[in-house]
């Protein structure tokens, strides 16, 4: 017959047998005498030690520091998601039905925006006047809008960074490049 695990176990060694029989006592001692119990003061149980206290004071403050500035973080976070969203509709309800945008346009005019050269189309007046400072370009939710200058002006003291283009008339040529020069 099969042995059973215990038995098993015991052959290979991985467990040794418990002896239930009688276990050696220890020596015995000798009697003490009788000790009359100390009076109990009735005194608080003792405190903890001044350093215990001042540490988990520290770590409590210290806990209590970072749990605010945490929600101080967030409520400015949450503040200016709020005030760019609120910026956001303003400038969408400034700039609808004035954009100048047309569908026939065939000339791109291209101008450096976020580290690229972006371009819009306009017709060949709508040039013109880009150039001369008449027109500018805004830009709302990733489109290139035409607008005139006053509205595009307007746009900036809103939200700054919408305004991409709006050429200044009166300014000299630095590079000798013409302003109308089509690539």
């Known amino acids: ?8 176990l015991l052959k290979s060694g991985l467990v040794q047998k418990f002896k239930s029989e009688a276990k050696p ?15 109990q003061q009735a005194s608080a149980p003792k405190a903890p030690a001044q350093s215990d206290v001042d ?6 403050l210290r ?4 749990k605010d500035e945490r929600d101080r973080a967030q409520r400015e976070a949450e503040n200016a998601a709020r005030e760019k969203r609120e910026r ?3 400038l969408a309800a400034l700039l609808e039905g004035k954009a100048l945008n047309s569908a026939e346009a065939d000339v791109a005019r291209h101008f450096p925006h976020g ?11 709508q040039l013109v006047q880009l150039n001369r400072g008449e027109l500018a370009v805004v830009q709302l939710a990733g489109r290139y809008l035409l607008v005139a200058s006053d509205v595009a002006t307007l746009a900036q003291t809103i939200q700054a960074e ?10 000299s040529g630095e590079d000798d490049v013409p302003a109308d020069l089509v690539w």
């Open 25 to 39: 006592e220890p020596p015995s001692r000798p009697p003490q005498p009788v000790r009359a119990p100390k009076p």
């Open 55 to 60: 540490l988990a004071r520290a770590y409590a």
């Open 1 to 8: 017959m099969a042995d059973s695990l215990r038995d098993q």
């Open 115 to 125: 580290n690229k050269i972006r371009r819009v189309y306009c017709t060949p007046t």
């Open 63 to 66: 806990a209590r520091h970072e």
């Open 162 to 171: 919408s305004l991409v283009l709006l050429c200044d008339s009166d300014a």
């Open 88 to 90: 956001k509709q303003k």
